[in-house]
Nanobody
Framework: QVQLVESGGGLVQAGGSLRLSCAAS???????MAWYRQAPGKQREVVAQ???????NYDDSVKGRFTISRDNAKRTLYLQMSSLNTEDTGVYYC????????WGQGTQVTVSS
């Protein structure tokens, strides 16, 4: 069973930055990987994805502010987030796209105004 461990979240003021990391227990070199966000009271949604080729895709709400990257050798996925706003608040998860059945615990990001 794949294990995914997210880290790097925290409390930040609007306009600030955070870098999230996700360590996977197995290689994901050939997988499309993604960061998902679950905002309070909302369903989990994809905010960024990166194909095995390195091509990236972003939800319009984060385009130009978030950057997804991957280090296949380290089995680690990253999400650099800048110009954060209160609507970015939520629990962030990484997973493949489409997702593995198991999810990590996520990392909480809270943006204060």
């Amino acid at each position: 069973q794949v294990q995914l461990v997210e880290s790097g979240g925290g409390l930040v003021q609007a306009g600030g930055s955070l870098r999230l990391s996700c360590a996977a227990s197995v290689s994901f070199s050939f997988k499309t990987m993604a960061w998902y966000r679950q905002a309070p009271g909302k369903q989990r949604e994809v905010v960024a994805q990166i194909f095995s080729s390195g091509i990236t895709n972003y939800d319009d709400s984060v385009k130009g502010r978030f950057t997804i990257s991957r280090d296949n050798a380290k089995r680690t996925l990253y999400l650099q987030m800048s110009s954060l706003n209160t609507e970015d608040t939520g629990v962030y998860y990484c997973n493949s796209a489409p997702p593995y059945p198991s999810w990590g615990q996520g990392t909480q990001v809270t943006v204060s105004s």
